[in-house]
């Protein structure tokens, strides 16, 4: 038993160092790290100190209410590791999701879909792109135009670009980028491109709004990907309650 007590309270101090290094490291602060650094602490100390927990967790309450947490996590995390790459099979137009913008330059999750997007013209020339993301509270330009900025500065023809500077959320990106595709008369299929964690979220709004949709995932770093991968888990629940 001493052993099992040891490796849990080392997963849980590993577990809570992953959720703070993206706020350590990039003043990340969100409900997915919050939750880790919450939920990783709380199981550290209840074993530290020895709290009695059969009691506790198989009470009829805590029970249920853990069944049914193991099944929205199991639920979500199968979702969205099947969706992370649904390659296309015809022509389509690219839409990149937007993200944080700081100082006028991509956050590190907007950089890792831009270089994805950069990958994937290139292989793909004749394609045109949707660069989709309004200027938040604390953003000194929009996000479409920060992209187009990075994209055009690493070569790619700005004649294949189009922004769409006014979403602020993962449905109005959809939304409003295929208005703009229905507006210039492009191809109305599209390839979404942004991180893979993110990708299940947005083939399902595609779906709801009837646009028919493939997904192009940009790789996240691994020590931001629990954070943005629990923070998915909220955002993927609240779509289908709301």
């Known amino acids: 038993m001493k052993i099992i007590k040891y490796l849990l309270l080392i997963f849980f101090i590993i577990s809570f160092i992953i959720f703070l290094l993206p706020f350590l490291l990039k003043g990340i602060l969100n409900i997915g790290n919050i939750a880790g650094i919450i939920v990783s602490l709380g199981c550290f100390l209840i074993i530290f100190f020895n709290r009695p927990l059969h009691h506790l967790i198989f009470s009829k309450i805590m029970l249920s209410f853990i ?28 839409v990149v999701l937007g993200c944080r913008v700081k100082n006028k330059k991509p956050s590190l999750a907007l950089k890792e879909r831009l270089d994805k997007t950069y990958q994937y013209l290139n292989e793909n020339p004749k394609l045109q792109c949707i660069l989709s993301g309004g200027q938040g509270a604390n953003e000194e330009i929009s996000e479409a135009k920060c992209m187009y900025q990075y994209l055009v500065s690493k070569g ?27 507006k210039e008369n492009l191809s109305k299929a599209i390839t979404i491109i942004t991180n893979e964690f993110h990708e299940y979220r947005a083939q399902t709004i595609a779906r ?35």
């Open 208 to 242: 709801r709004l009837n646009i028919k949709s493939y997904a192009i995932s940009a790789h996240t770093a691994w020590w931001l990907f629990p954070t943005y991968f629990v923070r998915e888990i909220f955002g993927i629940v609240y779509e289908f309650i709301f």
């Open 156 to 182: 790619i023809d700005p004649h294949r670009l189009y922004q769409e500077d006014k979403s602020t959320s993962t449905r109005e990106n959809i939304l409003f980028s295929y208005q703009l595709i229905k």
């Open 67 to 94: 069944i049914i947490l193991l099944a929205i996590i199991s639920t979500c995390s199968y979702k969205i590791l099947t969706n992370m790459n649904i390659l296309p099979q015809e022509e389509t137009t690219v």
